[in-house]
């Protein structure tokens, strides 16, 4: 028995000291307590919320407009493909009337299609009208190609814009909340 009392002893002694801790604890909650309900705490809180909704607000004005402009070169990506198509139609029936018009004029001049000066021409206008056409399916191509990554792009700062708000939200409570306390 003597040897259990000298830690009965001990034990409350301890339970002195955490006491004291528990009470400075209370203290340093109320004080910060009553700075956080008083007017100007008050005042700062409503600050800080403020300008975390005034971050997130911004940031996601940014990212919406981010947005429309990667749908805008989506929507010039497509037109191009359909002017690039317009294109190649118009080449292909200029090609198709330049033809006609020299067969009708060979046959006039009683000149055989089959062979010889007319088919001839008839190859090197094909020839002409193919590559052209080449040409500018491969430029159309390339014009489509810069806008899908222009929209790549813009998708991309609208997600940045969007993480860089949250990230000045979150420095903004931090720093009003660290305001609050101090």
């Given amino acids: 028995m003597t040897f259990i009392l ?11 000291a955490a006491g004291g ?18 007017a100007s705490g008050l005042l700062s809180g409503l600050a800080t919320v403020g300008g975390v909704l005034a971050s997130m607000g911004a940031a996601n004005a940014q990212a919406a407009a981010y947005k429309n402009q990667a749908w805008q070169s989506k929507m010039e990506a497509e037109n191009e493909r359909i ?16 033809v006609g018009e020299s067969d009708v004029n060979y046959a006039a001049a009683g000149i055989d299609l089959s062979g010889g000066v007319a088919k001839e021409a008839r190859d090197t206008a094909e020839s002409r009208a193919t590559s052209e056409i080449s ?11 810069t806008l ?19 990230l000045n939200a979150f420095a903004a409570a931090a720093q009003g909340l660290g305001g609050l306390a101090g």
């Fill in 6 to 16: 000298p830690m009965l002893g001990g034990l409350a002694g301890a339970g002195g």
């Fill in 21 to 38: 801790a528990a009470a400075a604890a209370t203290g340093a909650v109320a004080s910060a307590g009553s700075s956080l309900f008083s």
């Fill in 83 to 98: 002017q690039g198509m317009q294109r190649t139609t118009r080449m292909k029936r200029e090609l198709g009337r330049i």
């Fill in 135 to 145: 040409i500018d399916r491969a430029m159309t191509e390339s014009r489509r190609q």
């Fill in 148 to 166: 899908l990554a222009q929209r790549a792009m813009y998708r991309q700062m609208a997600k940045d814009a969007k993480k860089t708000g949250f």
